[in-house]
């Protein structure tokens, strides 16, 4: 028990620096906003919840994120868009791992990729419009979006930008998955 304990938490670490260094290699889409920015980050914290399970997953996303903290900082002092990147992660992965959880095959995957993706950017849109949006306003000092100019900024900036992020990321671990199954088996078998 001590030996798989062990192994999971050197697991987790790794899992984490890559996501991290991932999370380096972020940008931006043409015509959305460029606060907004892709990266693969979510990939590791989607195979550590597959393989070990949704802590595991949740922490690789909390470690990366502390990690871009202490190296990158944040705009505001606050790190509100390492907070925003956390709940877009769990919100990806969770579903993932829930629907591959009972249907562990490549539909299973695609589905739950599918869903993760609706989960992230429906999610985020809501968050967005009612926590980090505003967070950021508080501690830039903006002058605040209201009404119908923040649900503009949702639907035609936030929505859609979670849906291509989701697109890409579904596509990166589809092109994953067809070598790795055998290996995410034996590690799911050796985790549960």
Same mark, same amino acid.
């Given at each position: 028990?001590?030996?798989?304990?062990?192994?999971?938490?050197?697991?987790?670490?790794?899992?984490?620096?890559?996501?991290?260094?991932?999370?380096?290699?972020?940008?931006?889409?043409?015509?959305?906003?460029?606060?907004?920015?892709?990266?693969?980050?979510?990939?590791?914290?989607?195979?550590?919840?597959?393989?070990?399970?949704?802590?595991?997953?949740?922490?690789?996303?909390?470690?990366?994120?502390?990690?871009?903290?202490?190296?990158?900082?944040?705009?505001?002092?606050?790190?509100?868009?390492?907070? /925003?990147? =956390?709940?877009?992660?769990? +919100?990806? *992965?969770? #579903?993932?791992? !829930? %629907?591959?959880?009972? $249907?562990?095959?490549?539909?299973?995957?695609?589905?739950?990729?599918?869903?993760?993706?609706?989960?992230?950017?429906?999610?985020?849109?809501?968050?967005?419009?009612?926590?980090?949006?505003?967070?950021?306003?508080?501690?830039?000092?903006?002058?605040?979006?209201?009404?119908? /100019?923040? =649900?503009?900024?949702?639907? +035609?900036? *936030?929505? #859609?930008?979670? !849906? %291509?992020?989701?697109? $890409?990321?579904?596509?990166?671990?589809?092109?994953?998955?067809?070598?790795?199954?055998?290996?995410?088996?034996?590690?799911?078998?050796?985790?549960?």
């Amino acid at each position: 028990m001590k030996n798989k304990k062990l192994q999971s938490m050197i697991a987790i670490g790794m899992l984490s620096s890559i996501s991290f260094i991932l999370m380096l290699f972020n940008f931006p889409l043409p015509a959305l906003p460029a606060f907004l920015k892709v990266d693969f980050s979510d990939v590791p914290a989607l195979i550590a919840a597959i393989t070990m399970g949704p802590a595991a997953g949740i922490l690789v996303a909390f470690f990366k994120n502390v990690l871009d903290w202490l190296f990158q900082g944040s705009q505001t002092g606050v790190p509100v868009g390492h907070m /925003a990147n =956390f709940a877009t992660s769990i +919100l990806f *992965i969770m #579903p993932v791992y !829930l %629907i591959y959880r009972k $249907m562990s095959n490549k539909k299973g995957i695609l589905v739950g990729l599918t869903m993760g993706t609706l989960s992230m950017a429906i999610g985020m849109s809501v968050l967005n419009y009612f926590v980090f949006l505003p967070m950021y306003t508080y501690f830039l000092n903006f002058p605040a979006e209201t009404g119908s /100019a923040l =649900f503009n900024s949702i639907l +035609l900036g *936030i929505l #859609p930008f979670n !849906l %291509i992020k989701g697109f $890409m990321l579904t596509a990166v671990v589809l092109l994953m998955f067809n070598s790795l199954q055998s290996w995410i088996e034996k590690q799911r078998a050796y985790y549960h």
